[in-house]
């Protein structure tokens, strides 16, 4: 019970017809509240097409939340099980190897684990390699080596919404401030 990376069973709310973005046709939508410990309740919103297949979630918070940067470190085996709550709307970036998750039309928001981002930021380097050198390779493989216990990586995310959330004693949670034209300040 006292284990911070519990989450206990989502309680379905509501299902309701939509139509798809896609393809126009009809898809279903179910809302989800989860009980996040030391943080409340959050709406997880799933949408899914059965015609043409499209999918997309997102969550809010049902709570009031100020804007936050998380910061997380992978050091030992088993640090990359911890739930990973993820907003639309956070900026996730792993100084290691440089590159980020940004917002953006495409973002979901969803309950993960950490170990899902990482396989999400080697899926964004695999595409960006296409078309590129040996040391986008070399990312890749340190991404992988963290996956095997072998690397270590910090990650930090940034989140205007504050609904993002790592369930781990582990993560540091700093509120910081919005400045106009969306760029973050420390506090
Ligand atoms: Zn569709």
Redesign the pocket.
């Known amino acids: 019970m006292s284990e911070d990376s519990m989450l206990k069973e989502p309680i379905k709310i509501l299902e309701y017809k939509a139509s798809?973005p896609?393809?126009?046709?009809e898809?279903v939508v179910e809302d989800f509240i989860y009980e996040i410990p030391y943080f409340g309740r959050i709406l997880l919103t799933k949408f899914q097409?059965p015609?043409?297949?499209?999918k997309h979630s997102d969550i809010e918070s049902l709570e009031e939340n100020d804007p936050v940067e998380i910061t997380y470190r992978i050091e030992v085996p088993g640090d990359e099980r911890a739930l990973f709550v993820k907003s639309s709307s956070a900026t996730i970036r792993v100084p290691e190897v440089g590159v980020e998750i940004t917002p953006g039309a495409f973002s979901r928001g969803e309950i993960t684990t950490v170990e899902g981002i990482v396989l999400e930021l080697i899926d964004v380097l695999k595409f960006a390699c296409e078309s590129s050198s040996d040391s986008c390779t070399s990312k890749i493989q340190y991404l992988q080596g963290v996956l095997e216990g072998k690397n270590r990586l910090t990650i930090i995310v940034e989140d205007p919404t504050g609904v993002s959330r790592i369930l781990s004693s582990k993560a540091e949670v700093k509120k910081i401030r919005l400045k106009e034209g969306k760029q973050l300040l420390g506090e």
């Open positions: 798809c896609v393809c126009g046709r898809g097409c015609h043409c297949g499209y």
